[in-house]
């Protein structure tokens, strides 16, 4: 091979090394850029767990006073008795209540404050 093919292919191949060298800058500040982007998801998600995780204890607290207000299970088979057309007040426990119409002691029992 003469000198001056010589010269060109070296020249060539330096032009060509310099051209991946620099595409491999860019791809390594990529890759930086992604691993930065995958740092922040990695905290803002800890961080989200963390929100919600102090979202559901508060929200296990809430749901605690809620089953502690609801009626006890006697006053719901009342109820269901009292959906299905019968007394369930001392005075006219079991009997059918006339056209289904509302009764007041029925209704205290079922709905008034124990
Ligand atoms: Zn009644």
Redesign the pocket.
């Known amino acids: 091979m003469p000198n001056r093919q010589l010269y060109d292919r070296i020249e060539k191949l330096t032009k060509q090394t310099l051209l991946q060298l620099h595409e491999l800058e860019q791809i390594s500040l990529e890759l930086q850029k992604v691993i930065e982007e995958n740092h922040n998801l990695i905290m803002e998600n800890h961080h989200l767990k963390d929100r919600l995780d102090a979202m559901n204890s508060s929200t296990h607290i809430s749901n605690q006073v809620v089953e502690k207000k609801e009626r006890s299970q006697s006053v719901i088979n009342l109820e269901n008795i ?1 959906n299905q057309g019968f ?3 001392n ?3 079991g ?1 059918r ?1 006339e056209n289904d119409e509302n ?5 205290e ?1 079922l709905f008034g404050e124990h």
């Open positions: 009292y007394h369930i007040c005075l006219y426990y009997k209540r009764c007041m002691f029925c209704t029992i």
